[in-house]
């Protein structure tokens, strides 16, 4: 069975730090490219950051210099390390995979192979 669990969001003021953690069953992340995508409430879903099976990475103009994706293949587990974190970071977090080159930076649902249950993370004084 094919499983993504997410972990490591919460509430933290801004400035402050959060490691995301996505861990994988069923599958080997290094097959597939691996995104970290976010919803904030009333928003479309947007692809943050990407690693590829080569472990190439990518990330969207609003959170780089703040945030890297990472992964270890022993552990088939893909983190995100948000420093810097701004208000407008607030979002439900997801981990994804998609068999294909994806990015784009507004995605939908349907450009993915997998995906977790999400993660909240909630950046506020």
């Known amino acids: 069975e094919v499983q993504l669990v997410e972990s490591g969001g919460g509430l933290v003021q801004p400035g402050g730090a959060l490691r995301l953690s996505c861990a994988a069953s069923?599958?080997?992340?290094?097959?597939?490219?691996t995104h970290w995508v976010r919803q904030a409430p009333g928003k479309g879903l947007e692809r943050v950051s990407t690693?590829?099976?080569?472990?190439?990475?990518n990330y969207a103009d609003s959170v780089k210099g703040r945030f890297t994706i990472s992964r270890d293949n022993a552990k088939n587990t893909v983190y995100l390390q948000m420093n810097s974190l701004k208000s407008e970071d607030t979002a439900l977090y997801y981990c994804?995979?998609?068999?294909?080159?994806?990015?784009?930076?507004?995605?939908?649902?349907?450009?993915?192979?997998?995906w977790g249950q999400g993660t909240q993370v909630t950046v506020s004084s």
């Open positions: 994804a995979t998609s068999d294909r080159p994806l990015l784009r930076l507004l995605v939908n649902w349907a450009d993915f192979t997998f």
């Open positions: 069923g599958f080997t992340f290094s097959s597939y490219w």
């Open positions: 690693i590829r099976g080569d472990g190439a990475t």
